[in-house]
């Protein structure tokens, strides 16, 4: 118990650092979901800072994420919650003293298991705070394009992206310089049609060695095998893909919109399946100008 409270301290520490944190919540849709994942917060002394949901009125099932500030739990905002036993006033205050950090370890914990219950009670599939303590570990695919590579390591850079790249993985050479100029490890695996499975399973073994937990492909001008693919869960792999999805999947889609006279179009991001640009669809964006299919179009020449 003792080291668990310890380690529930260090990630105080850090939870303070970010002062955010996100509840999912996924499951059958019925009333009171968000009036009881709203009095769970603010019982806690946390204040949500955005809050999105959506109905699937087809299967009934409901989704949110609320994205709450957690830099104040147990603070004099929060009511009702038991301060364990550990000394200090469990005001919330962060003043170095361990006691203080016990107590505010330990109302994570009944903020964790109120989650819980809350989830029982409502039969959902699924509920959880992503505390937000360490950054998700990614890796980054990529071929010889170097736009993306680029975007991605300069917003990382500049403290844009919540993340630490563990690698980036290529099947050329490339674009090895770009991650060296910001520090990143690069590796290279050659893929031919004779070698693929050989090279992925290679690919598979690094990313478990180094723990990493989303795969992010970026202008990767590969189709992933059933074996790479079924090595992951569904939502550790995504990839962005330049059209706006369902239309015009597949090689050169600004081609394809210029050609059918699209004067609307975007980028869609995307988890990976089997079926190519089919995965289900986390974001998209589109852009309007009468030209821009045809700009876009040249670009990529």
């Known amino acids: 118990a003792a080291f668990k409270s310890i380690q529930m301290s260090r990630s105080l520490k850090a939870l303070r650092s970010n002062a955010l944190a996100s509840l999912r919540v996924h499951g059958p849709d019925q009333k009171g979901i968000v009036a009881a994942c709203s009095h769970v917060l603010d019982k806690f002394g946390c204040g949500i800072v955005q809050s999105e949901t959506w109905t699937d009125r087809f299967d009934h099932l409901f989704f949110q994420r609320m994205l709450f500030d957690c830099g104040h739990i147990g603070g004099d905002n929060a009511a009702g919650i038991s301060s364990g036993s550990g000394s200090g006033s469990g005001n919330g205050n962060t003043n170095g003293n361990i006691g203080d950090n016990l107590i505010q370890s330990e109302q994570i914990l009944q903020m964790n298991d109120e989650i819980k219950q809350l989830k029982n009670r409502f039969g959902l599939h699924s509920m959880k705070i992503n505390w937000r303590t360490q950054p998700k570990k990614i890796a980054v695919f990529v071929s010889k394009y170097d736009h993306c590579l680029w975007e991605i390591l300069l917003r ?11 690698v980036v993985i290529s099947n050329h050479p490339t674009l090895r310089p770009i991650a060296e100029t910001f520090g990143i490890p ?12 050989e090279q992925e399973k290679e690919e598979i073994k690094l990313l478990n060695e180094l723990d990493v937990e989303l795969i992010v492909l970026a202008r990767y001008m590969q189709v992933l095998s059933n074996q790479f693919l079924g090595s992951f869960s569904y939502d550790q792999i995504i990839n962005i893909h330049h059209s706006f999805l369902p239309a015009f999947i597949g090689r050169c889609p600004y081609h394809q919109a210029h050609k059918r006279g699209v004067k609307l179009i975007g980028a869609t991001a995307h988890y990976v399946t089997e079926e190519l640009d089919e995965g289900p669809i986390i974001d998209q964006n589109f852009v309007f100008h009468p030209l821009v299919a045809l700009f876009l179009n040249q670009a990529c020449d």
């Open 156 to 166: 990382h850079q500049a403290r844009e992206l919540d993340c630490d790249i563990k």
């Open 186 to 197: 690069f590796q290279c695996f050659p893929i031919k049609p004779e070698n693929k499975l």
